[in-house]
Every structure is written in structure tokens, then in C-alpha cells.
């Protein structure tokens, strides 16, 4: 039981370290994509940054519940939200 709390601490703690990548990067450039000349981008990113925070949020109130299967929702949603900010930047460049 302290293993999964602990793996699933550091996958929140790489949540959070990756909100707070896409909201530093949200008017810079972001990997080979320059966000100050596509505004659709910008606001991808902080979207996603929001929403991996509050995902981040629920994720530690989830932690510290006795049942331990309540972490799943934290990493269906966690994937689910990086999944979506993967596919979105090649849908918009077309």
C-alpha cells in the first residue's frame, strides 16, 4: 500500500513539474512551435496547464483516501488530459 502512494506521488509531483512547464511556456516558444504568432497554442497551453493542476489537486486530495483504487482516477485523468494536449497541436497545424 506505501509503494502506490509513493509511485503515485512522484507521478503528481511530474503532473505539477509539467503545469508548470506549459504555463511558463504559454507565450515563448514551445518545443518547434513559436506560440506568440498562433494564439490557438496559447491558449492550448494554458488550458492544459489548468488543467493538469487541477487534476494535480484532486490527485493529492485521492492520495490520502484508505481505498487505494481511487488512484486510478488520477491516472486515467492525468493521461487522459496529456493524451488530448498530444494529439491537439497536430490537428491544428493542418
Do not use: E
Not at 39 to 64: N, Q, W, Y
Not at 66 to 78: Q, S
Amino acid at each position: 500500500m506505501l509503494y502506490i502512494r509513493i509511485f503515485m506521488g512522484i507521478f503528481i509531483l511530474m503532473l505539477l513539474l509539467t503545469s508548470w512547464y506549459l504555463w511558463h511556456r504559454r507565450n515563448g516558444a514551445f518545443l518547434v512551435f513559436d506560440v506568440a504568432g498562433n494564439p490557438g497554442l496559447h491558449t492550448l497551453l494554458t488550458a492544459c496547464s489548468i488543467a493538469l493542476l487541477a487534476v494535480s489537486i484532486i490527485g493529492i486530495i485521492l492520495l490520502f483516501m484508505p481505498n487505494k483504487y481511487l488512484n486510478l482516477i488520477t491516472l486515467f485523468l492525468g493521461s487522459g488530459v496529456i493524451f488530448a494536449f498530444a494529439l491537439l497541436p497536430s490537428q491544428n497545424q493542418q
